[in-house]
């Protein structure tokens, strides 16, 4: 149903383009509706109608507003018009607020769908640009990679450098940050050289290049400017040309340096150094050579060409420059006026040559003078008790003094053909005169250190000879050994004597009895024992501050009153003159008697004793009281032994003497019994009467009675007297006695009857305790100075406690035997063997047997007496 007065026709135009392949790419739609006249819906019906067209067209199928037949289009147009015209206003109205809904939303997706495209290929283009970046960053770190270089770079804002490359290319470290620490990888100035720069780049943007060469040797160049506004220390080591180059720089610099500093050192040279060219035209002189010619400086020697040396040796000199040869000779030179010699040497090079004169003149000199004060040496250690040997650096003998030649017992004929170092080791050794080594190579091979050693070195050689060789070894500033020998076998020697003597007499002071005090010449207390400070009670203190015996006079004056014996004993160790000795007694107030005694030193001091006394005092008394009586006694004894002796022996005497004249067959015939009595009798009485002649003998000996009857005695003859007497014994115990003496032993000086009897004793003794079947060996022995006789058995032995004591009065042991004695026999040999001036000794050995020795001298003095 349409609305009142709206047409009932309208004419829609649509025009397209683009929808359609055949149109163009954008749609256009042009809605009209015709009345009669032919107007436009929109213009007739006003924004209503426009509203509706554009809707239309929207709502048109794209085949629709693409048609070729306007006529069918048209058709539907009219179709859906009237339709519309069905609807109210307010229909209307809800319609056109939707179709503009719909078409904003149509629009705006449109829309979003052309930003997106949009925005797809902005972000592809951004994608490709990306990758092309990458891939140009890529190239260009491959590119910084490509050679060995390390960048380093810094931010303008950042201390935090950022390292790029191989660090191994100038350090060996692990941490990238040491390519900084220049210090590590190169030399000390150039390290600092490079810091500056780098600061210098860093904070002012001042660029640099340099080459340098690392401590590993690779030669590395440097560069840093400003890039970005970053700082760039870029690293890289050189190689092909630039490598060469730079090494070729480097060689260039250090000759140059050599060259300036050996032609400052020639400049500084005290001897004249020249260089000539082809010509012989001199090119260079130094400034010694200018001294030399008298010349302001050298530039004016060589422009005057003023020569050193005077023809002659210009001469020398010219034809081996001409032969381009080396010279080497002394010429003369007039030096400041003086004629002065010097040592040239010139030799040939590539543009002439060149030569130096060492001044020989003070040499020469010298070496005149070195020979005389070497002959003069010589003579001087020739005259040495040490013994000198010099070898050179060649190890071959260059000098020794007589002294060397006498310690070692060596040939001078040996040692003047040069002997080696080792040879003359060799001979000593083989002749026992080097100290016994295990292993004598090592040794020596020791001992030749000296030829590299700086110091001198002491050894000390103990000798098989007994002697001690004090060696020492030093090294000659002129190459090689100087050997000193000194014997100190006899100061080492003095010295051990000395030190035991200084340590004897140190304890002997601290533990003697006596007080012992040396004063110096100065009065004062140099030394002194404990014993002193106590029997004086003077205290630690005052005595370690060495006083004056005045002051110490003063403290002792409780003890001693001033005794004139101490006055006397101040004097004299203050005294300078008449220092005699003083001795004498101090009885001190505290009833202590000390003796006194001074002793004046050879040094001036002063040696004062003090001995107490007291109780030696108390006891002399009483062991004078105690002698007397002893002394009564023992002549009581002495008495006693001669009137019981001299009366037991005159009835043993006529028993002897009767028991003999009854075994006389002129008496009469005795029964066998009665014989047998009779014999027991005459031993016992015979023995009886050896004991009391030995007790006899022993007192007289024991009085000083005794006299010798001094004559010329047969040794062998005694000998088998002596053996004679012990027959019956050795019979009976049967018991062999070998004498042994030579048959010219021939005789000596003595008391024929005593040393018989002195020989018979030992032998009695020693067949008493020799076990039956035994041997006993009776010896004589003639030496030089005395006849020796010895007794040996192989009895018992005699234990060591028993020994001292076998030749006391009446000392007995039966030690095991049958043996029983009086105990006088051993007394009485030893008695008669010390009256002739000899002496008896006794060896002997539990189980082992005894020897007993009597030595007789020689002496043909005066007869002896006993003491």
Known sequence: MGQAGMPDTFRITVEGSGAHPQHEARSRASIAREDGRGTPLSTRYGGFGAVIAVALSALLPSDLACADDASATTATLDTYISTLQLL?????????????????????????????FRLAEVEASARDETIAAKAAIDRAYALL?????????????????????????????????????????????????MERSVDALRARGVSFAMTTTTLAGHIIEAEGQIIGGRAILRLREVSGIKYELAELVQRHQKQMDDATALRAL???????????????????????????????????????RIELFDRGGRTE???????????????????AGQRRSFDVITVPTTRGSAGIGIDATEAELMRAELERMMDAHRRTLDQLATGVAIFGSNQRLGFYNAAYCSLWDLDAGFLDQGQTDSSVLDQL???????????????????????????????????????????????????????????????????????????????TLDNLTEAVAVFGSDGRLRLHNPVFARMWRLTPELLSEHPHIESISGRTEPLHGDHPIWQRLRATITAIDNREPVIGRIERPDGNVVDCATMPLPDGATLVTFQDVTDTVNVERALRERNEALETADKLKIDFVHHVSYELRSPLTNIIGFAHFLGDPVTGPLMEKQRE?????????????????????????????????????????????????????????????????????????????????SLFNLLANAVGFSPAGEIVTFAAQRLKDAVVFSVTDRGPGI?????????????????????????????????????????????????????????????????????
């Open 266 to 304: 020639i400049e500084a040279v005290p001897a004249p150094v020249w260089a000539r060219d082809d010509a012989g035209k001199l090119v260079f002189v130094n400034r010694a050579y200018a001294r030399a010619v008298e010349a302001k400086d050298g530039a004016e020697a060589i422009e005057r």
């Open 799 to 867: 234990p060591a406690d028993v020994q001292d004591k076998v030749f006391d009065w009446f000392e007995t042991n039966s030690l095991g035997s049958r043996h029983r004695g009086t105990g006088l026999g051993l007394s009485l040999v030893r008695s008669f063997v010390e009256l002739h001036g000899g002496s008896v000794t006794l060896e002997s050995a539990v189980g082992r047997g005894t020897t007993v020795t009597c030595v007789f001298p020689l002496d043909h003095g005066a007869e002896r007496t006993a003491a």
């Open 677 to 757: 009595y009779l014999s027991y009798i005459t031993v016992s009485t015979n023995a009886l009467l050896a004991i009391i002649n030995n007790i006899l003998d022993l007192a007289t000996i024991d009085a000083g009675a005794m006299t010798l009857n001094l004559g010329s005695v047969d040794i062998r003859k005694t000998m088998e007297a002596a053996a004679e007497g012990v027959q019956d014994r050795l019979v009976k115990n049967g018991i062999k006695l070998e004498i042994r003496a030579a048959p010219d032993i021939g005789g000596f000086i003595a008391d024929e009857r005593r040393v018989r009897q």
């Open 429 to 507: 050794r083989a002749a026992r005169k080097l100290p016994d080594e295990q292993d004598y190579r090592q040794w020596k091979a020791a001992l030749f250190d000296a030829y590299r050693a700086v110091e001198a070195k002491e050894h000390m050689w103990h000798l098989p000879d007994g002697r001690t060789m004090r060696v020492v070894t030093t090294p000659n500033p002129e190459g090689g050994v100087i050997y000193l020998f000194d014997d100190v076998t006899e100061r080492l020697d003095l010295e051990r004597r000395y030190d035991a003597l200084i340590r004897v007499q140190g304890e």
């Open 145 to 193: 990679l490509s050679e060995p270089q390390v960048l380093v770079a810094w931010a303008a804002a950042s201390d935090e450098p950022e390292i790029i490359g191989d660090p191994t290319l100038v350090t060996t470290a692990d941490a990238p940050h040491r390519v900084l620490a220049f210090g590590t990888w190169l030399e000390p100035d150039t390290a600092r050289n």
């Open 88 to 116: 109210d206003r307010h229909e209307i109205a809800a319609l056109a607020l939707t179709l503009g809904i719909l078409c904003f939303a149509v629009v705006t997706a449109i829309l979003l769908v052309r930003t997106r």
């Open 317 to 335: 000199l010219s034809r081996a420059h001409e032969a381009a040869e080396p010279y080497s000779g002394r010429l003369p030179a007039v030096v």
